[in-house]
C-alpha cells in the first residue's frame, strides 16, 4: 500500500477515475439482474457510482442452481486444497486493498483511513485465517461397544446463503464466506442494496484467483425480493444473516415455511458500557468510551451506546468523554483525516437526528448534536450525549445505530447490572474496574456474548462474536464459526 497516497486528498482523483461494475456475479461471470438496474450514489458527497443489478427470483434461482452444481466437487475436494483456494483469494485482495478500500469508503462514506487500516486489512486476516483452519479441523472416535469402530465427521451443508449488512460490508461478509466455504459449502450471498460494490469486485477476484464458477455468487437488490427469494428457497441448506431482530423473526419464519433450512443470526443491540469509580485511568477509559459509542459513525451493532458511570465519577467522567469525542468528528471520508465520515444516507441521518431531536426535548444534549453538510452531503452528523433521560426510556432501549450515547449514573454494583441487562438485547457489554474480583463477578452477571473488561467491544478471529436474547444465535469469528456451516455425522462400522 502506498501511504505517501493513501492518506491524503489524492483520493478524490482516484475515485474520479474509478470505472465500477454494478452487476451481479453469478457461476462465475458478471450478470444484468431480471429488473432494471438502479443508480446508487455515495453518501460521501453524493455522487453516482454505478448501476446497481436489481435481481429478481429468477436471478437467485440462477445463482442457487450454479451453487448446487458446484457443490460436489467443492465439498469433495481435500481441506488442503479448498485451503490454497483461499489464500489464493486473500493474496489478490491484497493486492487490490486500495481499490477495495476506496470502493468501500465511496460506497458507505467511511473514512478512507479506516477502510485502509482497519476494514480491507480485517477482511483479508479473517480469510486467511479461516483458510489456514480448513486442513486443521478433526473428527472424533466416540467409545463404542467392542466390535464396532465409530467416526463423527463434520460435513458440509450444502449451499449456503448469505445476507450482509452495510455498515462493515466486506469484513462481515468474509466473516460468513470464509468459514463457509473453508468447511467446502457453496455460497450464495445478498450484500446490502446501499453497499454492494466491494463484495461485487471481491467475487471477481475470486475467480481470477482460480475459484471455480459457481462456488461464490452475489445477488443483489433488495431484501424484500432477493432476500426473501433466499429465505424461502427450497434449495439453500442454511442462512448467515447479520441484520435487524425485525427482519431475524422474518427469516425464521421463512426457515419454517420452506426447508427448515439451518439459521445463523446476528441481530440487533444495545450495549453498555459501565464505568466504576476504581477504574484506574479514567482519562483512557473516556477515550475508550467515545471510540465504542461513536465510532464507524456510530453505525456499530455492538456500539456501546448505553454509558453507565458510578456517581462519584460521573461529572469528572463526562467532561473527559466530551474532550475524547472530538476525535470522532465528521470530515471528508475521502481527505485521509481522523475522525468519523458519513452516515450511510441523508435519509438515515433524519433518522438518527430524530432522536437527537427528542432526548433535547425530553432531557439535555451533553454535547454534539448538530448536522453538518461535507461535499454537497448532509449525511454528516458530530458525535452526540443524551443525559437526564429515565433508564427506562426508549434512547435506552432502542437501536439508534447512528454517533449518539446515553449517560447514565448509577450508586451501586447490583444497580449498575440490572441497568445494563435491562434490555431485549445481549450482544456486548463493557465494564471498567481495577478490582479482579468485581470485573469477574460483574462479567458473569452481564447477558452478553462479549464482555470486555477495561476495554470496549474486545474481538478477534479467535473468538465467538454473537449475542444471547433477541440479539440472535450463532457466533461469527473463531472456530465456532464452522458449527454455523456443518454437521456431525456419524459412521458406525459393525466388525462383529
Known amino acids: 500500500m502506498n501511504t505517501s497516497t493513501t492518506f491524503s486528498s489524492a483520493w478524490h482523483g482516484r475515485a474520479d477515475a474509478l470505472a465500477i461494475d454494478g452487476r451481479a456475479f453469478i457461476d462465475g461471470k458478471r450478470a444484468a439482474g431480471g429488473h432494471p438496474s438502479r443508480r446508487t450514489t455515495s453518501p460521501a458527497d453524493g455522487r453516482v457510482l454505478a448501476e446497481l443489478a436489481a435481481c429478481t427470483p429468477a436471478d437467485v434461482d440462477r445463482a ?31 493486492r487490490h486493498s486500495d481499490e477495495l478500500a476506496l470502493l468501500e469508503t465511496l460506497d458507505s462514506g467511511k473514512p478512507i483511513l479506516q477502510t485502509t487500516t ?30 464396532a469402530t465409530a467416526l463423527v465427521t463434520r460435513e458440509p451443508l450444502g449451499v449456503v446463503a448469505a445476507i450482509v449488512p452495510w455498515n462493515f460490508p466486506l469484513e462481515i461478509a468474509v466473516w460468513k464466506l470464509a468459514p463457509a466455504l473453508a468447511a467446502g459449502n457453496t455460497l450464495v450471498l445478498k450484500p446490502a442494496e446501499q453497499t454492494s460494490l466491494s463484495v461485487l469486485r471481491l467475487a471477481e477476484l475470486a475467480t481470477e484467483s482460480g475459484l471455480p464458477d459457481g462456488v461464490l455468487n452475489i445477488v443483489t437488490g ?71 459509542a461513536f465510532y464507524n459513525q456510530g453505525q456499530v451493532c455492538s456500539a456501546n451506546s448505553r454509558i453507565l458511570v458510578q456517581r462519584a465519577v460521573h461529572d469528572e467522567f463526562s467532561a473527559l468523554l466530551a474532550g475524547a469525542a ?9 481527505a485521509g483525516l481522523q475522525g468519523n465520515g458519513a452516515l450511510i444516507s441523508s435519509a438515515h441521518a433524519d433518522d438518527v437526528e430524530r432522536w437527537i431531536v427528542r432526548g433535547r426535548a425530553e ?66 457489554a463493557s465494564v471498567w474496574t481495577s478490582d479482579l474480583s468485581r470485573a469477574h463477578r460483574v462479567a458473569g452477571d452481564l447477558l452478553a456474548g462479549t464482555v470486555s473488561v477495561n476495554t470496549v467491544d474486545a474481538l478477534g478471529n479467535t473468538t465467538p462474536f454473537g ?10 469469528l473463531s472456530l465456532h464459526a464452522f458449527d454455523n456451516y456443518t454437521a456431525p455425522k456419524t459412521t458406525w462400522i459393525q466388525f462383529g
Open 326 to 334: 472530538a476525535a470522532y468528528s465528521p470530515a471528508d471520508p475521502l
Open 467 to 476: 449475542g444471547f436474547k433477541q440479539s440472535g444465535f450463532g457466533r461469527d
Open 363 to 428: 432531557g439535555e444534549v451533553l454535547f454534539g448534536g448538530a448536522r453538518r453538510d461535507i461535499s454537497g452531503s448532509d449525511a454528516y452528523l458530530e458525535p452526540t450525549l443524551l443525559g437526564g433521560l429515565p433508564a427506562d426510556h426508549d434512547v435506552h432501549r432502542e437501536e439508534i445505530f447512528g454517533p449518539v450515547a446515553v449517560l447514565h449514573p448509577f450508586d451501586t454494583e447490583d444497580q449498575a447490572v440490572a441497568l445494563a441487562n435491562a434490555t431485549d438485547y445481549g450482544l456486548a
Open 64 to 94: 442457487v442452481s450454479a451453487a448446487r452444481r458446484a457443490f460436489p466437487d467443492w465439498s469433495r475436494r481435500s481441506a488442503a486444497d479448498r485451503k490454497a483456494h483461499l489464500l489464493a483469494l486473500a493474496d489478490l485482495m491484497e
Open 118 to 147: 482497519v476494514d480491507v486489512p480485517g477482511a483479508i486476516s479473517t480469510l486467511r485465517w479461516y483458510a489456514e483452519a480448513a486442513d486443521k479441523q478433526s473428527g472424533e472416535l466416540p467409545a463404542v461397544p467392542a466390535g
Open 222 to 292: 433488495s431484501g424484500r425480493e432477493v432476500g426473501a427469494a433466499l429465505a424461502h428457497h427450497m434449495d439453500v441448506d442454511a442462512l448467515a444473516f447479520t441484520g435487524s431482530t425485525a427482519v431475524s423473526r422474518t427469516l425464521l419464519e421463512a426457515s419454517g415455511r420452506s426447508n427448515l433450512k439451518r439459521l445463523s443470526l446476528e441481530a440487533g443491540g444495545k450495549s453498555s458500557n459501565i464505568i466504576f469509580a476504581d477504574t484506574a485511568d479514567l482519562k483512557g477509559a473516556a477515550a475508550k468510551a467515545a471510540f465504542g
